[in-house]
């Protein structure tokens, strides 16, 4: 985008063009971040758990440049911002409605994603928190399709990337599951 941006090249609608590709990057990320634990269990490599938290923080920096770009095309640098505007906008169009949702709820999954708040929280805690990230993903993929006018193939693509990875997570639970009722007590 840097790079694009130099060359002139982001287009007729750079705004447009940055806003769509930070937040398709966010999907990208929460999307890799997510497929981590399906890609340990079925190939029994270590790395992909080493890289999750990074793949999860940088899901939120893209996730935070997006709606950064969405305050710039708002006003936010030309003196034109209101902070009215915006909430105005959040509570009357759906599609903002659910991305900002999701927003606010990678922001304790960000906080959360460092090394003592595991400990601080507890284990089962810190789980059922990062669960978030489930919920957050699906108003991401709806904040996608219904920002998308034509053509809904990208947001497609992605949603039926995601239940993939659902389906394989609910998988190997339901293997774990199946396993520790055959297993005599």
Known sequence: ????????????????????????????????????????????????????????L???????????????????????????????????????TVGFGALLLLIPLALTSFKGSVKRLGFQRWTRLHQLVYVAVGLGLLHYWWGVKKDHTSPLIYILVMLALFAARWVWNRRKTGSKRTTPA
């Open 58 to 96: 940088l899901a939120f920096l893209y996730a935070a440049l997006h709606f950064l770009v969405y305050l710039f095309d708002k006003g936010i640098f030309n003196g034109s911002f209101g902070l009215q505007t915006i909430l105005t906008d959040i509570v009357k169009r759906p599609f903002i």
């Open 1 to 56: 985008m840097a790079l694009d941006a130099q060359s002139g090249a982001l287009g007729a609608n750079p705004v447009q063009r940055v806003q769509l590709q930070t937040g398709v990057l966010t999907l990208a990320m929460l999307m890799l971040s997510l497929a981590c634990t399906p890609l340990r269990l079925l190939t029994k490599w270590t790395w992909p758990a080493r890289i999750r938290k990074a793949l999860g």
